[in-house]
Every structure is written in structure tokens, then in C-alpha cells.
């Protein structure tokens, strides 16, 4: 036999032998999940973050519902699925149930994982689900880490990953991904706890975006060795501090506010490390190699569940994806102000927005109808309310002088209680700050009452103030009669008993008839005749009692245009402040206590204009027939409105 021959025979007998000793042989394995070493997981544990989660006193109630865990949550039971899309439009095919790890060993995106039950309409389900399945295997909170460094960047990073069974902001889908990193100028997990070094930068997921920083940022909460982490409510987007956060989402991953606001309360967390490469279909971390949907496919794609970390830019490329995302998040102003808040508006709106889309479909034909309804409902609401508009913009331009003076000499109660409110905060700051030991405070609960006393009072104060001076004057401006400032005023501060008591005593029965549910359409058709209640004090002469039954009778015979007044109103006067606000801290161009006071300022400038609407559409009804006047009107109201009777 020739020397070519044996090399021949010798190369498999070889390979083989190579073969079994590396398998053999202590760290050989060619399998990256055995590569974690002490260091790292040193490292990862030094600086894990403190998850501080919004403090839920009840299930399902307001609060944090869901807890960061591992994902054997999902392993081992029947009602999860792993699903196959179907090709050419046909439906998804079950592949499986009680999964491991194993099984999603190296499959793509034509594969996903179906949890049980419905994104679109989640209810209380995946909480109660996923609180079961934690007792059940005795899951505890939980985040992933792992020690990484990128190609060509200097410096290693430590990120840990959040997995959150469901996510509940406005794209509600099945599993949600988040998560934090910190990156140190070193070149390995020894050198950095060698030297005693900190993070030289720190990123926080959000949305599929995030926010960068440094350690020594005003914005930065640490102790010690590690960084606090305020994931918010439900959508476990990470931020720096406590607040409600404009939640702009990249890629179309949702749009809303994130509320990481207090109550809150330290959620203890297990480091589990993660290997940085699976070979092994055999692995505990398997499922990494899985780069398909971690939930339910809907459409559109942003009610879908999310894909895996190893899809992520920030997995492969961490220190680069850090260095892309913005600098700051945009906290949404809480401050009390006059007339809606900014927060009010932009949160109300993008949640019901994103209601509306869980409830429909997303096709065409019902988006088309619901646009031609809408469109439908304001445009006959605009003819029945058109007239007063104009004839108010008339009054108003006409007699801008004392209108605007009017609103404008409103705005100090709007500056005042935000400076008010600024002081109580500050002067009860220390005593109401959560202790060394992070527990449940009353800080969120102090800040709810300051906010909603100080921003009810300011509305009350205006209300009953600024209100009946612009009802006086409209009505003694349509009757041609002189009008002076001083005497104005001082008419118009005569009736605010009268106009408080009866705003008291309305405001009263509605929320009577509300906190019964079934009687809420009664309180809004109620809610509607009683609105010119102030009006009638004034033009009628009516007292406390009589008020919300003479603005009834008067407005009796005219509901569905008093109705358009009342949205009108509403409209003028609430809603330009609160958007030119939102838009100017969207595009940087003022600061949140700017916003704040700009959005009051606007209210108040427009808030005249909106009663003069109301007072020239009141002066214009007739008591409803077959309802008897419960006031003798005054000579005045008769020559404005002769058609109407005496009692």
C-alpha cells in the first residue's frame, strides 16, 4: 500500500478520533452556551439594574399586571401553540403544543407562537394566565444578560433583556421584548471589575427605538453599582425616571403615553445568563436560534407578537444601536392647569384611537364607513351649532377689547395654582419621599389629590368668575345696550353665589347618575339641559334651586342643538391649547412648563368666545310646550326672546 493510500485510510479514522476527544476534553464543547464565564456572570450580577414596576393594589386593577420572567413560562402546556403560516392565503397550520426549547431550534419567521387567548380584546386573560403558569412552576421575576462586544467598536457591553408574556399598551400583542445594556470602555468582564470601572454609555429599549445616557446624567438613578430602571405600566417600554412618557413608537410599534409614574415598588429580579451563540438543538436556550413571531399574527403587524433578541439590531450590533437612538424621552406635562391638560388630550386621544382599532377590523369598507359616519355626525352637528359660532366670532372680534381682556385677566389663576401646586409638591417632598426601603408610597396618591384639587379649583374659579361677566356681557351686548368694564365686573361678581351653587349642585347629580353606569345616558341627556344653568342665573334671575330647571324647560324643546353647542363649546375653548402644546414639545420648541402655561393661556383667550356661543343660543330658545316657566322672566329676556311666556 502506497503512502497516498494510507493518508487515505487515515484521514476518517482521524477526523473521528479528533472528533471524540473534543467531546472528551473539558471546555471543548463547540456549543457557545457553555462559554459564560465567572467573570461575566459577576459582572451581570454587579450591575444588575433595580426594576422599580407601577405598584398594583388589586388583580387586574390599574398598575403593573405582568412580570418580566424566563421563557419557560410558555413550555410544557397545552394551550400554547407552535403555529406554520399558511402559503397562497390559506390559514396558519398547529405544528405542536407543549413545546420546549428544542422546538424552536433554528426556525424561521414562516413559524409562530400562539398563546392563548385574543390581543385584540385581552381583558384580564393574560394576566390571570400568566400569574397561574409563575405559581404553577414557580417562576421568579427574571431577566436575561449577557457579556458582548461588537466587531470593530471598542469596549464590551452588559445588556439584560426583559421577556413580558403580554404587552398591553395601544398595539397589544402576545410577548413583548425589552430590556436595558451598559457599555464599558474595556476589553473583558476581568478588566472591568479589576479596575473598578462604570458604564461610559447606557441605552433603554422602547418601542423598538430607545434612549441613550451616561452615569453621571441628571436623569440617571443608580445605587451603587446599579442603575434603576422604570419600566412603564403594561407596555415595559424602560425609562431613566418615574413619570408618564410620550411613547412615540419606531417601526409602528405603538403611539400613546407610557405611565412609569408612582406608586411604585422594587420587583427583586434572577439573573440568568445567556450565551451569545446556540449550537446545540439540545440547549436550555434552544429558542434563541428562533426567529419567528413570540406571539399571535394579526393585522395589522402591530397588534403581532414581537420576533426574538437575536433579530434585534442591538444583539449583534449593541454598542452601534446605542449610539443611534435619541438622547431624550418626552415627559407628558402633569401640572394643573386651566381648561384640558395636554396629557388629558394627546393620552385620551391615542387610546381611544387605538381602542377603536382593536375593536374593528382593519379593512377598508368599515374604516371607509366609520370615516363617512363621522364625517356624517360632525357635519351635522356643525350646521345646528354653525350660526352661534359665527355670531359669537362676530360679538367676539367686535368687542375683542373687553372679551380678551376678560380671558387674558383669567390667566393668573391658571399661573398661580401651577406656582401653588409647584410649592405643596416641594414643601412635602421630603416627607411623602418612598423610604431607603423601596416599597409602596403616597407619593402617587399625594400628587393625584394635589392635581385634581388644584385643577378643579382653578375650573371652578373660572367658571363661576370669568363666566358670568361673559354672560352678562354678551346678554346686555344683544339687547344694544352700554356696556362698561367696571360695571360688567361688578354684575358679574354679583351672581357667582348663585352660578357656584348651581354648578355644585349640578355637577353633583351628574356624577350620582354616572357612578350608576346604567343611568349614563340619562346624565348625558341630563347633562345637556343642565349645561346653561349659569346662563339661566344670570339672564333669568334664577336661584340655586331653580337654575337646572329653568335651563331644562328653556332647553327642553331644542336638545340636539343644545347638544351641538355643548360639543362646540367644548371644542373651542378645549381643545387649541392642549394641541399647539403637544406639538410644540413634540418639535423641541417649548419646554414643559412652557407648554403647560401656553395651553392655559390659550384656554382662557378662548374660553369667552365659547360662552358667548352658549349665552347667544340660550337667549335664542323657548320654553318647551306643555312645560310651564318656573321664573318670571326678567323684562330684558322678553325683548331678547319674545316667545317667551310668563309662568
Known sequence: MNALARLRLMFPIVLIGTVILSALLPGSDTSAQTTVTSAERELAETFAPIVMIKTQEEDCGPGEPFRPVVVDIIFGTDDVRLMKRGTDGAPATEVK??????????????????????????????????????????????????????????????????????????????????????????GSAEDVLEQGLLPSAIAFAQHDGGE????????????????????????????????????????????????SDAPEEELPVKIVMLPNEVTDPNSE?????????????????????????????????????????RENSLPVPLHSTIGPSVSQV??????????????????????????????????????????????????????????????VLAFPIAWAGQQAEDW???????????????????????????????????EILLACLIGPIAIYATWKLALDQPLTFEQTWKDGFYYFPRIYGASVLVAILLTVMSLTVVLIPLAVYKG?????????????????????????????????????????VAAISGLPGPII?????????????????????????????AVIMATLFYLRTTVAPGRAAVYDPTPESVAVNPNVAPA
Open 97 to 186: 403544543r407543549n413545546i420546549d426549547a428544542s422546538d424552536l431550534f433554528g426556525l424561521d419567521d414562516q413559524y409562530y407562537i400562539d398563546l392563548p387567548g385574543n390581543p385584540r380584546n385581552p381583558g384580564c386573560h393574560y394576566e390571570t394566565w400568566g400569574k397561574k403558569r409563575m405559581q404553577e412552576l414557580g417562576i421568579e421575576p427574571s431577566l436575561y444578560a449577557r457579556v458582548v462586544s461588537e466587531p470593530g467598536e471598542d469596549g464590551i457591553v452588559v445588556q439584560y433583556w426583559y421577556y413580558w408574556v403580554f404587552n398591553l399598551f395601544n398595539n397589544t400583542h402576545e410577548s413583548d421584548w425589552e430590556g436595558i445594556q451598559l457599555v464599558f470602555d474595556a
Open 212 to 259: 441613550q445616557g451616561e452615569w453621571d446624567d441628571l436623569k440617571v438613578e443608580t445605587n451603587d453599582t446599579h442603575i434603576v430602571s422604570h419600566p412603564s405600566a403594561g407596555s415595559h417600554a424602560d425609562y431613566y425616571q418615574s413619570a408618564v412618557w410620550l411613547g412615540w413608537g419606531e417601526n409602528g410599534s405603538g403611539f400613546g403615553c407610557d405611565y
Open 285 to 325: 436556550f434552544a429558542w434563541l436560534t428562533f426567529t419567528g413571531p413570540w406571539g399571535q399574527i394579526e393585522s395589522p403587524s402591530m397588534f403581532s407578537g414581537p420576533t426574538g433578541p437575536v433579530t434585534k439590531p442591538r444583539w449583534g450590533h449593541p454598542i452601534s444601536w446605542g449610539d443611534g437612538i
Open 346 to 407: 394627546f393620552c385620551g386621544a391615542a387610546e381611544l384611537g387605538s381602542r377603536l382599532v382593536q375593536l374593528f377590523p382593519i379593512d377598508a369598507r368599515v374604516i371607509t364607513g366609520l370615516l363617512i359616519v363621522a364625517t356624517g355626525i360632525l357635519a351635522f352637528l356643525s350646521i345646528l351649532a354653525w350660526r352661534f359660532f359665527y355670531r359669537a366670532i362676530r360679538l367676539y372680534l367686535r368687542f375683542g377689547y373687553f372679551f380678551v381682556t376678560t380671558g
Open 424 to 458: 405643596v409638591q416641594g414643601r412635602f417632598r421630603d416627607l411623602l419621599e418612598p423610604g431607603a426601603t423601596r416599597g409602596v408610597d403616597a407619593t402617587g396618591f399625594f400628587q393625584y389629590l394635589l392635581h385634581a384639587s388644584m385643577g378643579g379649583l382653578q
Open 528 to 568: 345637556v339641559q343642565w349645561y346653561f344653568a349659569p346662563q339661566a342665573v344670570v339672564v333669568d334671575d334664577a336661584s340655586v334651586r331653580q337654575a337646572f330647571r329653568v335651563s331644562s324647560n328653556r332647553i327642553s324643546a331644542h336638545w340636539l342643538r343644545a347638544a351641538a353647542i355643548v360639543v362646540a
Open 581 to 609: 402644546g403637544t406639538i410644540g414639545l413634540i418639535l423641541h420648541v417649548f419646554s414643559l412648563e412652557q407648554a403647560q402655561l401656553i395651553s392655559g393661556a390659550i384656554y382662557c383667550v378662548l374660553y369667552p368666545l
